[in-house]
């Protein structure tokens, strides 16, 4: 029978390749290192390193074997670490990263219940376009991310926040303002003020091609990398802005939102985190959004 510590020797040495440092880093002798290995070697019947008086060196076998119990033994120290504390007794730093689409919507309520629920973690909140969210989770510089998706990664985990339609955004003092809802016609010869499509791929893609379709693509009067500027635009200028918000956003005085009934246009907002993790405070957090969203109907 092959045990947890044997996994941790043979991950150690597939790791050095080299029976002394890996005997080292593990505290036992090399004898005792030969054992663990040689009783994995007799259980799967195979050789796992070549073996010279210079080196070692893990076969094809050793690799794919480490490659599965690597990720056998993170789930192993994550399940141990999240039973070992309750959510109010986790504490320490946590970065969050946070797409800016994703603040335009359910992400105050995310806020307010993260803070309730782990009251001694020190989050920390970077803001930045959703592809920044994604490899930065992925490479481990975050510890989860809220962003624009969906996100086919094999080594994130994903799950589905909201669903966000595209609406228009005008002042109140705007001739449309009065309808209740708008169509497309509506916002022919109108011009528009949009988030830059440089900047926000994940917004002006989908809108873009429909625009150009629509022949629309020139009403674009004015375009800038900030969305705080897109709405003081508005504003200032009785344009018409259109941009994924959810219906509770918090927009500034004077401004409305209005849906557009024949848009087909909407972003999914995900929440994401790297599979690998073992830190508690990301697998506690991992539950508590699976509580809240995963069986919550799709919003819009």
Partial sequence: MINIKDIYAFLELVEQCNFNVAAENLHITQSGLSRKINAIEERVNQRLFERTTR?????WAALRLARHWSEAVSHYQAGLAEISASDHDLAG???IGLSATSRHGEWQQMSDMLTKTF?????????????????????????????????????LGMIRIEQIRYRALLSDNHPLASRRSLTIDDLRGVPLSLVSAKTWPIVRDNLDALLKQQGMFSAIAYET?????????????????????????????????????????????????????TSPITRSMVNMVKRHFSEAEPKS
């Fill in 93 to 95: 730093p946590f970065l």
């Fill in 55 to 59: 080196s070692v060196r893990p076969t």
């Fill in 225 to 277: 990398n900030s969305f705080e500027m897109v709405l003081k635009d508005i504003v200032d200028n009785n344009r018409i802005g259109i941009h994924p918000v959810a219906k509770n956003y918090l927009l500034p005085r004077g401004l409305m939102l209005s849906d557009i009934d024949d848009l087909p246009l909407a972003l999914e907002n995900v929440f994401i985190w790297r599979k690998s993790t």
């Fill in 119 to 155: 009251p001694s973690v020190n989050a920390r909140i970077e803001t930045m376009p959703s592809q920044d969210v994604m490899f930065y989770v992925r490479n481990g510089d975050l510890d989860v991310g809220f962003c624009g998706g969906p996100i086919v990664e094999d080594s």
